[in-house]
């Protein structure tokens, strides 16, 4: 079906357009509710304080800034008066006392609240295994750079993977800055801008060694730890060093399913985390797997690095420490991981809330490995997308 886009997008005072595949068939007013009947079978419930709330008339909304300024706790609770559809498909309402509000049908699609409707709209993810080392999306580096459709398909992977690959970039230094600024921002950290993964003679880092390295979150030290990492290889020459990535919500959703006790755990109890040099002392608590009010995984903090003691009552060491092992043991499992070696000019970008990363030792005798990093918040990534879809 072709999606039928709203006459007037500036109807609700919002830059974004809200394009639709069903029409309001009908509208009736009933306690105080718009109840709106879709052409799909759908219907809407929308209250009348609700409605007064979020009007985008210019009275209610600034014009040129496009911020609510209807203060709602300074009228009484609102009344519908009548509601019908306008000739352009509109829902058009009048309150008591007087005041006349028009809703474009996409912005009201978009935004209904009815359990179905934010169903409809939640983005699914793909949770993943070894399988995705053969649906591993690849994304040019001159599509990614001069069109947007290779920009959107970048974005699309990372968001629905939390992993997505670049490939056929300049192998040189600073090359991650650009593929970067491409999609917004970088994130400043104790690391500066843009990082050099090498191996050190001394290092303030367990990256900067030819060590192995386990599955892992970057900065879990941090209260608000970056969305994104971005990896870039100017040189991968020596042996070993392959990368390897888990999918942490996939493996979290295993252990809700199996080992529930042990899930409920990783969910409740506090874990600290700690980064320390010369220059700063950087702590955050959090629990390891963190969920949203609707109980979905919004984020796993996982880093043996930066774990600290545990600071939790004595009748918590051990169950705690046999619900991290039980996860842990879960990621290292080679069905859990996807495995890839990053050539000169390719970057993987990794969504740092979800998915995990991590390498293979390697031997600095054989050849030179040089990455650079940097790290970004995914609120400009998203910001980004939604710019590209207003076009």
Known sequence: MNQIRPKRVDTMLDLASYPIKHRIERVALVNNHAIVDWSDGRQSRFHALWL???CACPTCRH??????????????????ASVKIGATGDLLLTFEPIHESRFDAGWLRHHCYQDWAR???????????????????????????ETDRGLVTWISALMR?????????????????????????????????????????????SADTPMGLELHTDLANWD????????????????????????????????????????????????DFRFHDDSCDLRARGP?????????????????????????????????YHALRRYWLRLR??????????KAGQMIAVANARVMHGRDPFDPNTGYRHMQGCLMDMDWVRSRLRLLERE
């Open 288 to 320: 390891m797997i963190q969920l949203n009010a609707d109980g979905e995984i919004e984020r796993v903090r996982f880093n043996n690095w930066l774990r600290s003691a545990f600071d939790i009552p004595e009748s918590e060491i051990e169950p705690t």
């Open 224 to 271: 608000h730890p970056p969305g994104i990492q971005l990896l870039f290889s100017v040189s991968n020459d020596a042996v070993g060093g392959d990368s390897v990535y888990g999918d942490s919500f996939k493996v979290a959703e295993d252990l809700r399913r199996e080992e529930p006790e042990v899930f409920d755990r990783l969910t409740r109890q506090q874990f």
């Open 161 to 205: 993977d939390g992993l997505v690959l670049l490939d056929g970039a300049p192998a040189r230094t600073g090359e991650i800055q650009r593929i970067a600024e491409r999609v917004g921002p970088i994130r400043y950290t104790n690391f500066g801008v843009i990082f050099d993964v090498v191996s050190r003679p001394n290092p303030n880092a």
């Open 52 to 54: 007064r709330d979020n």
């Open 63 to 80: 014009p040129q800034a496009l911020e609510r300024r209807h203060i709602f706790i300074d009228e009484a609770e609102p009344r519908l």
């Open 333 to 342: 499992d080679r069905r859990n991981q996807v495995r890839l070696k990053l």
């Open 119 to 145: 169903a409809e709209r939640r983005q699914p993810l793909r949770l993943w295994g070894s399988e995705l080392e053969q649906h591993l999306t690849i994304v040019n580096y001159a599509d990614f750079m």
